[in-house]
């Protein structure tokens, strides 16, 4: 088995490998070598959904603002939805807010109006006690309601004017006081009767409960909307109440009712206030409480009312004669009846007023809250944004380095793998850099090239060590270049000994015999232009060997690893050098059987006995005594005209004699 140990030093990477290194070092403008990092990390942009627009390219300045967009996007998108929900709520309790202060305006001019109609309310009642002819003793009642209706309806906030009523009476305060005054005065002029009088004040006190009704409805809001439609019913029973009590005023004051229609008016009045007042309590716990309390602390004034509404509910006018302190009685009784419906109106609108006042302050808080909110993030946006700025730029340069560095460290890498490959087959290198296990590989066909320098041993003796190494690089480095072009692995160069393959590790058929052929008749022309760099004028003279046969390739040791061949091929390999010719290609039997298949080869027998020159390689090739080898002269019918050289091989040659001890264990 023969073991190979590389002692040169003089490897020189390839044309083709000092071509590559020296493009990937040169110059680039950022947006190439973004590329190039991008390229080598596999992590070119796509152009399909998420990767085109999660992946950010920060060399380039353009890649910089799209960069810098996407993280103000993903950074500002929560913001400016945080800003609009805020916004919203924002609104919504303004908006809340200035309805609670409507709804308070509201309440309170309700309470105001509500007055007004009270006064109003017993206006009317005496008014129509006045036209009843009892006497003029109810003057005196009824002068005394104006001065307080004049002084509520002065005490009004304001004055709304609805544009659903056309009445020019009803334009204005003034125009309003001018039109009762108007009524009162021409009340003597006028044969009026108590149902006209009643008929005029309640007209009128539809009106301002249309307003107070559009006052309210219009400021409903939230959890206080049931006790709006409660305060509102109660306003409503309170004026039915009131309607009541005059039918009843006059009823006892004449001692019944004259026409049937005011009975009936009568028993309108009383179950709509009735119906009323049940539909306010439903729909306030509150006005259902104060209505019990108020009436159990009023009973013994109440149970005459009963009795009376009992009494006009029967309408016995041919029993009943006309008194006007019955009338009286009616009125102040049917009065405190009508302060306890009032004093619950009250209620509710002081608890709507609290109601109002606790949503209002929290209302407050909640905008001031929100104040600060959108004030703190028009301090923070600019920040963040200033923030995300500088983030990307330091990003940028960040990628800058690391992109010079990329680049730099793929530079080395490439001159690493540019040594490692001419250490080693590719293929076993990238193995080797996977940790994977190489195993020993036995390869059938194969064909193996030697070569050394004819007389190196003269020549190194007569030239200094620089001289030897400078001649030595520059007959190898015409090598390699050469090689390079044919499917062949440079194995060892050991001295001047230049060992190639053809086989291994590639698998290529018959075809490992034309490449080492055709190499071989390459480099032979080639010598015949190559000096000696310190001997002018005196050209290379090489000896080549050539032999087809199995071997078993692996890579041995792991410090330093070496990809060797072994076996008996490499033993008749070197053989067939050493037994050569200056500038002749020496083939062996089984090479030539290969290339004369091939076809394209001219090829002559070797005429001298080489088993007398070599009796090793006789007891090594043991299939035959008689021994055949041949000289390659033709490829393609080109001759490789060097017959005129005429050196021979040096006698003995000095590695005939120890080749075996050095090539085989």
């Known amino acids: 088995m023969g073991l190979f140990k590389r002692k040169d030093n003089q490897i020189r990477p390839s044309s083709k490998s000092n071509k590559s290194i020296n493009s990937s070092t040169g110059s680039m403008t950022r947006s190439q070598l973004n590329m190039a990092i991008m390229e080598m990390l596999n992590l070119t942009q796509s152009t399909h959904g998420c990767d085109y627009v999660c992946r950010g390219n920060p060399i380039t300045d353009t890649g910089k603002r799209k960069q810098l967009f996407k993280m103000l996007s993903v950074v500002l998108l929560p913001m400016a939805i945080l800003i609009g929900m805020t916004g919203n709520v924002f609104l919504i309790t303004v908006k809340n807010f200035i309805e609670a202060k409507e709804t308070r305006s509201a309440l309170s001019f309700s309470v105001e109006l509500g007055q007004m109609m009270r006064f109003l309310q017993r206006e009317r009642d005496m008014s129509a006690l006045y036209v009843s002819a009892i006497g003029p003793d109810t003057k005196e009642f009824l002068l005394k309601r104006y001065p307080d209706t004049d002084m509520a309806l002065e005490n009004l906030s304001h004055w709304p004017v609805s544009k659903k009523n056309n009445r020019q009476e009803f334009q204005s305060k003034d125009r309003f006081l001018l039109f009762l005054n108007r009524h009162r005065y021409q009340l003597d002029l006028y044969n009026r009767t108590a149902k006209e009088e009643l008929f005029f004040y309640t007209d009128v006190i539809d009106v301002f409960i249309t307003w107070l009704y559009d006052a309210v409805s219009e400021a409903r809001s939230g959890a206080i909307w049931k006790t709006l439609v409660a305060y509102q019913e109660i306003i409503v029973a309170s004026e039915y109440i009131g309607r009541e009590r005059g039918l009843g005023v006059t009823y006892f004051a004449l001692g019944g009712f004259k026409a049937k229609e005011d009975y009936l008016l009568f028993l309108e009045a009383q179950d709509i206030a009735n119906i009323t007042f049940q539909s306010c309590r439903r729909y306030s716990e509150l006005a259902y409480n104060l209505y019990e309390v108020q009436m159990l602390q009023n009973d013994l004034v109440l149970a005459p009312v009963r009795a009376m509404r009992l009494n006009i509910r029967s309408n016995k006018s041919a029993q009943l004669a006309g008194s006007l302190d019955k009338a009286n009685e009616w009125f102040d009784n049917m009065t405190i009846y009508q302060d306890i419906v009032r004093g619950t109106q009250r209620a509710l609108a002081n608890k709507i007023d609290i109601m109002l006042t606790a949503k209002s302050d929290e209302d407050v808080y909640t905008i001031i809250t929100i104040a600060c909110i959108f004030g703190l993030i028009m301090v923070v946006c600019p920040l963040v944004i200033i923030g995300v700025y500088f983030l990307t730029s330091e990003i940028q340069k960040y990628s800058i380095s690391i992109a010079n560095r990329t680049k730099a460290l793929n530079k080395e890498k490439k001159r690493t793998d540019t040594l490692l490959y001419q250490m080693l087959p590719k293929s076993v290198a990238e193995r080797l850099k996977c940790n994977e296990q190489v195993e020993a590989e036995q390869y059938e066909q194969s064909t193996i090239f030697f070569s050394d320098i004819v007389g190196f041993t003269k020549i190194s003796s007569s030239s200094s060590p620089l001289q ?180 021979e091989p040096e006698e003995p040659h000095e590695r005939v004699a120890g080749s075996k001890s050095f090539w085989l264990h």
């Open 468 to 647: 030897v190494v400078d001649m030595l690089n520059s007959l190898y480095t015409c090598f390699d270049e050469r090689i390079e072009m044919y499917d062949v692995y440079k194995v060892e160069t050991i001295g001047d000994a230049y060992m190639v393959v053809s086989g291994v590790p590639r698998h290529n058929g018959k075809q490992h015999a034309s490449e080492i052929a055709k190499m071989a008749f390459d480099l032979v022309r080639r010598l015949r232009h190559l000096e000696i760099p310190h001997l002018p004028g005196i050209k290379f003279t090489l000896r080549i060997g050539c032999h087809s046969g199995t071997v078993v390739a692996g890579v041995v040791g792991n410090k330093m690893p070496r990809y060797c061949l072994f076996g008996e091929t490499v033993s008749v390999a070197s053989k067939m050098e050493s037994l050569g010719k200056a500038n002749k290609i020496h083939l062996s039997e089984t090479t030539y059987d290969i290339l004369t298949s091939i076809g394209g080869f001219t090829m002559h027998e070797r005429k001298d006995n080489i088993a007398k020159v070599s009796p090793e390689l006789k007891a090594q090739v043991s299939y035959s005594d008689h021994i055949l080898t041949y000289w390659l002269a033709e490829v393609d019918g080109t001759e490789t005209d060097t017959d005129s050289v005429q050196t």
